[in-house]
């Protein structure tokens, strides 16, 4: 069963960093999935943020978090991060990690972009980023 929990999201000014981790209930398969990070501001539908391969090969980034946010996995214990710098109001979301179970596709390792190409989800962490 793959069930991830996210935590690290906060209360916090602009301009601040946070760090967000997401595990899995099963740790040993963490390094079979590609991971995902989507947040949900309200009112809005959820986006995609970052994604990584299972190997950490390559990562994948919204127009919008390039060069602030950082997405990383440390597969031996079995957590996926998301450093965010310089946090902006519209930052401001909840934040869910995503696993996907077919980690490849004909040969090539894959990290979607798109919330339906991913399996299991987290229940999400608040992120609020104040001005």
Request: glycine share 10%; hydrophobic share 35%; net charge neutral.
């Amino acid at each position: 069963q793959v069930r991830p929990v996210e935590s690290g999201g906060g209360l916090v000014q602009a301009g601040d960093s946070l760090r967000l981790s997401c595990t899995v209930e099963s740790a040993r398969f963490f390094s079979a999935y590609a991971m995902g990070w989507f947040r949900q501001a309200p009112g809005k539908e959820r986006e995609f943020v970052a994604s990584i391969t299972w190997d950490g090969g390559s990562t994948y980034y919204a127009d919008s978090v390039k060069g602030e946010f950082t997405i990383s996995r440390d597969n031996a214990k079995g957590t996926l991060f998301l450093q965010m710098n310089n946090l902006k109001p519209e930052h401001t979301a909840v934040y869910y990690c995503a696993a996907r179970g077919e980690a490849v596709v004909r040969g090539v390792a894959v990290a979607p972009q798109s919330a339906s190409e991913y399996d299991y989800w987290g229940q999400g962490t608040q992120v609020t980023v104040s001005s």
